[in-house]
Nanobody, 126 residues
Framework: QVQLVNSGGGLVQPGGSLRLSCAASGSIFSINGMGWYRQAPGKQRELVAAITSGRTNYADSVKGRFTISRDNAKNTVYLQMNSLKPEDTAVYFC?????????????????????WGQGTQVTVSS
């Protein structure tokens, strides 16, 4: 089993910055991609940013303001959020996809996984 732990949320003023972190642990695994999603009350969950093997993808609403990065050695994904706006207020969830390594090692793949963090609240308000 692969567990994801979100951290770095909190209250920030408009125009401020915040950095979210998400670390994967619990099993020996290989991650193919990681990403960030957010969900505001009464709204559909939406993709914020994703990264796979150096490729990145961003929602139009955050392009130029948010940056996703990944530390493969630490199995951690980050989301640097700058120029935050009140409409960025939401619960942010991290996601990781890949496969669990078998008892023979990561060259022999085990079950696939699609794991989610429990979310962290980001509130942008004066």
């Amino acid at each position: 089993q692969v567990q994801l732990v979100n951290s770095g949320g909190g209250l920030v003023q408009p125009g401020g910055s915040l950095r979210l972190s998400c670390a994967a642990s619990g099993s020996i695994f290989s991650i193919n991609g990681m990403g960030w999603y957010r969900q505001a009350p009464g709204k559909q969950r939406e993709l914020v940013a994703a990264i796979t093997s150096g490729r990145t993808n961003y929602a139009d609403s955050v392009k130029g303001r948010f940056t996703i990065s990944r530390d493969n050695a630490k199995n951690t994904v980050y989301l640097q959020m700058n120029s935050l706006k009140p409409e960025d207020t939401a619960v942010y969830f991290c996601n990781a996809r890949g496969y669990v390594c078998s008892s023979y090692g990561c060259y022999s793949r085990g079950p696939d996984f699609d794991s989610w963090g429990q979310g962290t609240q980001v509130t942008v308000s004066s």
